[in-house]
Every structure is written in structure tokens, then in C-alpha cells.
């Protein structure tokens, strides 16, 4: 299992950008059937977040035959992941001849997947479901305890703010105070499952998506936005590869789920990959740009070496580009690892992983890019989650892949192992204590414009942007920097503050 740094497979689709619709009656007048005849599965999509989803199914279509209803999220087409596809490019995947089938893999909240086999009929007429000023109709419920829909809703403006926000803070101001942040994970009985830091003022959302039937069976998706600047810091997607040439008779779709896996064949170039995997969804302002600066970072590839604790090829990288948004100029900065194995003589597993992106108005980003630094350095998913999510990969390996699928037989699988669960926590407790101080010291490497420091109250060491005079922390785990000399954030204050000292390497 490829473990992500500084936490466990934390990354699901995080562009947060909105939605997009297409029809997916696919091909309107298609095959010479005369105007306004359609031909497909008979249902729009929309794009949200970068998963597709079905927006509506229309009257007498093959799809509304073979059950599919609107907010079933589309997995696959014929075998072929829709995660990495050009949204506009999917329905030439289910376009076809009158009467010919296609393979359709969904999900319906936290049920499946599953495959329905539609037939491509023709219709009088399209979904009647437009992208041009209408809203797409809700996602559905995770099926999880009344949990609230797994996509998080969309960010304030930037002009209002949170209610119970504080001003923002902004990064050369005398003062800037982190709060604790937390994403809770509803189908785990709702235990906090990964933490991260947050200044005042600043706005996030996230949430944390189960994924049946791939390598990686969760992911934390997150993004941090400034309203002062709109400076802003995401998650990127991650996910495990695999490559071969398959024997004959076995056909292979670039693009499908192979155990788990993703079979594409392997991109060593860093732009491309941006390109391939990440421009079409997460990152489609980035679409046909190069990046205007490469940068190696040594750290990422020994680190993401070591995690793997195998033989294999890593490398890290950090790429800039600069693009145009709404007339105005902008920058971002993407850092991601790649890493690459052979198990076996013509096989090639491949892994993306280290993988943020940090976005700012032209000459904005060197101002907040410590802090945005701070944020992608502090998060990390909590033991007890990552036990919980141990015993899940424990029990799909075990051929329970069905019954997990199920929301109430997952988690009624969960408490009967939460012995298992509490071993599992204390093992990953001691395992970070063990690492924490050679990872926060290397940070500063990979992620620029930031110092370490030693936590008093928490035991631990923590990342916080470079250059302040004081750096303080208080007994609910909220860290003030500040410029302010003689500052005593005692004084008046009904929380005490303690002083925290520079980490130095091999100090004890």
C-alpha cells in the first residue's frame, strides 16, 4: 500500500470548480436517424468536483430501462474510468449503433459499484436538463447514518465571510493565529479522520470519499481559500498504476480499473502528467499550458523512496504556471512525486502521491505561499482513522468487497474489529513518533518559506511560516505568530500560551 505524505491516500478529486452538464442520450441525429433523434443510454451528466454524476434519465431510455436514476455517480464506460476522461470527451465512449449495448459502472451513495448493461435506443427528444442558468438537482445521501451529501458546499463569496469568522489575517500583518481544523468521517462511527491547521479568517471545505473497488479505498479531499487574496491551496488527485502488455486474447482499455489499479502506461514527464491525469478535471485552467519553471525537489523522491520501502525510481517536482482568470493574471505552483516499480518482468506499477497545488493573483503567491505551505504541512489523517482504514483494506483483501459495500454492513464490520482498531491506532502513533522530527525537519525542504518548531503542549513538533519574532501556542492547540514586540498573549487572556522554541536538527 502506497502511504501518502504527510498522511494516508488523503486526496480525492479537488477542484471544487463547479458543475458541468452533457448529454449522454449521446449523439443527437446520430447515424443519419434524422434530426432531433437521439442514440445512447438516455441520460444527461454532470460534472461535479470532477466526479460525473447523472443528472436526469429520460422517459423510454435504455438507461431508465435498466434502472439508472439521477444522482447514480458514473464510475466507468465499457470498462474505461471516467476519473481521468476530457468531461466533454465521455459520451464518444457510449455513442453507438441503435440497439447495441453499453456497459455502464455506477455508484449510488455508498452502494456499489455495480454494472448495468444498457441499450442504446432512440429517443424523440433529449433529457430535457440544460447547463445555461439551471442548477443540477441534489447528489444523493451516503446512505450512512443521515450523513450529509459526501460533496462540500461551496465556499462564501469572498466579500462575506463565515458567520463567527475573524477578519482575515493577512501574512505580513503583526499578527496571524492557526486554529485546529477538523474533517470527521461519517461512516466511521464520525471520528475525526484528518486534521490540519487554518488561520483565522480563512475559509475551507472537505470531506472524506469512499471508493469501492480501487487500491485506494478512501481519500481526503481538501481546499483552503483566502478571502483577502483568493490565494488558495488544494489537494491533488493520487492514485496507483499499472502497466503491461496483455496476453493474447485479453483486451485491456487504457483508462480501466485492473485490480484496483489504473492500467495506463507510464508518464515520466512531469508537464504531461499535469496534463493527462490532472488538466481535464482538477485542474482544467491548466489545460494546454507548460509550466513557465521545472524545479526538482531531492526531498519528495527520497521520501516517497522510503515510504515505499522497496526498489523503484522516484522523482519530485515542483512546477509553475502562470494563466489568465476572469481577465486578471495568475500563478500557481504544483508539487507532486512520481514513483516507479517493476515487480515483475513487464509489468511497471506506477504511483502519483506528494500531490498539492497553491494558486494566487500574479505576485501574490510569494507573499501567502508560506502559509499555504503551513497548511499542506500540517495535515495528516489521525490514527484511529487510519486503523479504521487499515482493518477496511484488511477485510476487502479478505474477499468482503460485497458485504463492505453495503453502508450498514460496513459499519457493523467495524465495530467487530475495534480491538483490531485500537492495536492498529497505538501502532501508528508510535510509528509517527518515531518519524515526526526527520520529517518535519525535511519539509522546510519540500515545502518552501517555512520553520519547525517544537510543540510544548502537543509533544510534537509543527511547520509554521518562516520569518515571525514570537511563535506561541495555547492549551486548545492554536498556534499566534506574531511581530509585536513584547507581546504577551497572557494577558488578558482566558487560555494559557507558551512559547515555542526553533526545532534543530538532532537536538534533544
Request: aromatic fraction near 10%; charged fraction near 20%.
Amino acid at each position: 500500500m502506497v502511504v501518502s505524505f504527510p498522511t494516508l491516500c488523503r486526496v480525492w478529486w479537488c477542484s471544487f470548480a463547479g458543475w458541468a452538464t452533457a448529454f449522454a442520450a449521446f449523439g443527437q441525429a446520430a447515424g443519419g436517424g434524422g434530426a432531433g433523434a437521439t442514440f445512447g443510454a438516455g441520460i444527461a451528466l454532470r460534472q461535479v468536483d470532477g466526479r460525473v454524476f447523472v443528472a436526469q434519465v429520460a422517459p423510454g431510455g435504455g438507461a431508465a430501462a435498466a434502472g439508472v436514476q439521477p444522482g447514480d455517480e458514473l464510475l466507468a464506460v465499457d470498462g474505461r474510468s471516467v476519473q481521468f476522461m476530457a468531461f466533454d470527451a465521455i459520451p464518444g465512449f457510449v455513442v453507438g449503433p441503435e440497439g447495441t449495448r453499453v456497459v455502464l459502472t455506477l455508484v449510488r451513495g455508498n452502494h456499489g459499484p455495480w454494472q448495468v448493461e444498457v441499450v442504446r435506443r432512440r429517443l424523440s427528444s433529449a433529457p430535457g436538463f440544460s447547463g445555461q442558468g439551471s442548477q443540477p438537482p441534489p447528489l444523493p445521501s451516503t446512505g450512512v447514518a443521515q450523513a450529509p451529501v459526501s460533496r462540500p458546499p461551496p465556499l462564501p463569496a469572498a466579500s462575506a465571510p463565515r458567520v463567527g469568522e475573524s477578519a482575515p489575517i493577512s501574512a505580513n500583518a503583526d499578527a496571524i493565529r492557526f486554529r485546529r481544523a477538523v474533517i470527521r468521517d461519517p461512516a466511521v462511527n464520525n471520528v475525526e479522520s484528518f486534521v490540519f491547521l487554518v488561520p483565522d479568517g480563512w475559509q475551507w471545505q472537505g470531506d472524506i470519499v469512499w471508493m469501492h473497488g480501487w487500491g485506494i479505498l478512501a481519500n481526503t479531499r481538501l481546499r483552503v481559500v483566502d478571502p483577502r487574496t483568493q490565494a488558495s491551496v488544494e489537494y491533488l488527485p493520487v492514485t496507483n498504476f499499472t502497466w503491461f502488455q496483455p496476453p493474447p486474447g485479453l483486451s485491456m482499455p487504457i483508462g480501466g480499473n485492473y485490480m484496483g489499479q489504473l492500467y495506463h502506461p507510464p508518464v515520466q514527464d512531469p508537464a504531461e502528467f499535469v496534463q493527462m491525469f490532472w488538466a481535464s478535471s482538477a485542474l482544467p485552467h491548466l489545460r494546454g499550458l507548460r509550466p513557465v519553471a521545472v524545479e526538482r525537489v531531492p526531498w519528495i523522491a527520497q521520501e516517497y523512496l522510503r515510504q515505499f520501502g522497496g526498489p523503484g525510481e522516484a522523482h519530485g517536482w515542483k512546477l509553475r504556471y502562470e494563466f489568465t482568470r476572469d481577465g486578471q493574471p495568475w500563478e500557481e505552483e504544483v508539487t507532486l512525486g512520481l514513483l516507479f516499480a517493476s515487480f515483475n518482468p513487464g509489468i511497471v506499477a506506477w504511483y502519483v502521491n506528494f500531490a498539492s497545488t497553491s494558486r494566487a493573483p500574479r505576485g501574490r503567491l510569494r507573499e501567502v505561499g508560506p502559509v499555504l505551505s503551513s497548511i499542506v504541512a500540517s495535515g495528516q489523517s489521525t490514527p484511529e482513522w487510519v486503523a479504521s482504514y487499515r482493518v477496511v483494506k484488511q477485510l476487502f483483501t479478505q474477499g468482503l468487497r460485497q458485504a463492505l459495500a453495503d453502508s450498514i454492513a460496513f459499519g457493523r464490520k467495524l465495530r467487530e474489529h475495534q480491538a483490531d482498531i485500537a492495536r492498529i491506532r497505538d501502532e501508528v502513533a508510535a510509528e509517527r513518533a518515531a518519524s515526526q522530527e526527520r520529517i518535519a525537519f525535511h519539509r522546510g525542504e519540500a515545502l518552501a518559506g517555512i520553520e519547525t518548531y517544537r510543540d510544548p503542549v502537543n509533544s510534537q513538533t509543527v511547520s509554521l511560516p518562516a520569518g515571525w519574532n514570537d511563535y506561541w501556542v495555547n492549551d486548545r492547540g492554536e498556534y499566534l505568530l506574531s511581530n509585536q514586540t513584547g507581546l504577551d498573549p497572557n494577558h488578558g487572556s482566558d487560555v494559557r500560551w507558551q512559547r515555542m522554541d526553533r526545532y534543530a536538527p538532532g537536538a534533544r
